[in-house]
């Protein structure tokens, strides 16, 4: 479970100022429409002619985003995805891509959006690099989950690992393009200063990583808290894994969008608020059983 008490207080005054921010928009008589049809006359209308908002995700990190039984996209980014386009009166349609392409992607408007357990970070908003240096045009984010990297190790955690210091001298398998990847890559600074350099194995999906800490060619994989969690109860990971310490840099996932879908980052938002409200997204959220990261409002570019 996310333990509230370990959020930063600098980053819940930040989701706070973005809620009243939300809730500002609008006139100041009547407020926004935030009806289906008063939100589908806020959507561009190349979305609202073709009636379908496209999608990227990496479908291969249950249970946020994967495919079901039937090849289908399933998990909570998929069906919240759905219940935003059901009350848009729009149909959702998924484009699966490695998670290293989705942000390049939504810049580029190959898609609409990207719902891909992105972590909103103030780096991504502004395309900048850990030295403020520009590298890409940024992304704007609509944010619907709290979240936080988790350390998952083999199960009796044989080489008592608890924290990132207990990973120097040790390699550590992560997704390539994640935060997970990002804090790692940090990690080997202070890891040389103790004369223990950590290797960083970057792997192309979750599943190839957790391969690895089975095998014991990685002490551990980094991954987000609902992943790691689900790892080590699901059936089919058969009770190999176990979560290593406490959650390391808590922060929001975010609904990715183009800096110029401004009409469209509006009426996600008002929709997310909607769900939350009527209780469709706790529902869904309890159905994932990831209840512990429910956010009580849209939040546009709320991370750190």
């Known amino acids: 479970m996310l333990d509230d008490s370990r959020v930063p207080s600098r980053l819940l005054a930040t989701l706070g100022a973005g809620s009243l921010l939300l809730a500002g928009c609008g006139s100041a008589g009547s407020g926004p429409d935030t009806s289906p049809n008063g939100l589908r006359a806020r959507l561009p209308e190349q979305i609202k002619k073709a009636g379908v908002l496209r999608v990227a995700s990496d479908l291969n990190y249950a249970p946020v985003d994967f495919r079901g039984g039937d090849g289908r996209p399933a998990g909570l980014d998929p069906e919240l995805a759905a219940a935003l386009g059901t009350y848009l009166g729009l149909r959702v349609e998924f484009v699966d891509m490695p998670f290293e392409k989705v942000i390049p992607a939504v810049q580029a408007k190959e898609v609409d959006l990207a719902m891909s357990a992105v972590i909103d970070t103030r780096r991504r908003q502004n395309g900048t690099d850990d030295y403020n240096r520009q590298v890409d045009p940024g992304v704007d984010f609509v944010d619907y989950f709290m979240t936080g990297t988790s350390i998952l190790v083999k199960a009796g955690n044989p080489l008592n690992i608890s924290t ?16 997970q990847d990002e804090l790692a890559q940090r990690q080997t600074a202070a890891c040389t200063k103790l004369s223990k350099p950590l290797q ?76 939350i409200r009527n209780g469709e997204y706790d529902k869904l959220l309890a159905k994932w059983n990831v209840q512990s990261g429910a956010v009580t409002s849209a939040v546009v570019n709320g991370g750190l």
Do not use: M, W
């Open 164 to 179: 990132l210091d207990h990973l120097c001298g040790r390699t550590v398998a992560v997704q390539r393009g994640t935060i």
């Open 200 to 275: 960083i194995h970057q792997v192309d999906t979750d599943d190839k990583a957790l391969a690895e800490v089975a095998a014991g060619t990685a002490a551990a994989d980094l991954n987000d808290y609902p992943v790691a969690e689900y790892n080590t109860k699901s059936p089919e990971r058969g009770g190999r894994f176990q979560l290593a310490g406490g959650y390391l840099q808590p922060g929001p996932y975010g609904i990715t969008l183009n800096k110029a879908s401004t009409g469209l980052q509006y009426a996600l938002a008002k929709a997310l608020d909607q769900l």
